[in-house]
Nanobody, 128 residues
C-alpha cells in the first residue's frame, strides 16, 4: 500500500488550499483515511478523518481547531481523499500527512498510533 499526498504550497492567511491523497494497492472495503499535520517544533496532530464503512456508513471527524474551516471528502472508488482548507491561518502551517487503516483495526481515529499506512507528507506554509 502506498499513499501519495499532494497539493501543499505557500498561501497567504485567509487563503485556501486543497490537498489530495491517493492510496494505491488498497484492497480493504471498509477503511479510514485521515490527515495529520506537524508544525515546526510541534508534535504530529490529528486534523480530519473520513471513514468508509460497509456496515455503518460514512463518517467524518475533525479536530476542533479546523472545524468549520476544513472539509474532508473523498472518492472511495478511486481510493482518494481530499482536504479542502479555507480561511487558513499561520498556525495551520506544517507538513500534512495522509494515513489509512482498515476500520476493523482502528481503536482511536484521532490517534496517529492507530494508523499503519502513511504517505510522505506535503508542506503547507501560511504567511501572515
Amino acid at each position: 500500500v502506498q499513499l501519495q499526498a499532494s497539493g501543499g504550497g505557500l498561501v497567504q492567511a485567509g487563503g485556501s488550499l486543497k490537498l489530495t491523497c491517493v492510496a494505491s494497492g488498497w484492497t480493504s472495503s471498509s477503511y479510514v483515511m485521515a490527515w495529520f499535520r506537524q508544525g515546526p517544533g510541534k508534535e504530529r496532530e490529528f486534523v480530519a478523518a473520513i471513514s468508509w464503512n460497509t456496515w455503518s456508513g460514512d463518517n467524518t471527524n475533525y479536530a476542533d481547531s479546523v472545524k468549520d474551516r476544513f472539509t474532508i471528502s473523498g472518492d472511495k472508488t478511486k481510493n482518494t481523499v481530499y482536504l479542502q482548507m479555507n480561511s487558513l491561518k499561520p498556525g495551520d502551517s506544517g507538513v500534512y500527512y495522509c494515513a489509512a487503516q482498515p476500520v476493523e483495526t482502528i481503536v482511536r481515529i484521532t490517534s496517529e498510533n492507530a494508523y499503519n499506512f502513511w504517505g510522505r507528507g506535503t508542506l503547507v506554509t501560511v504567511s501572515s
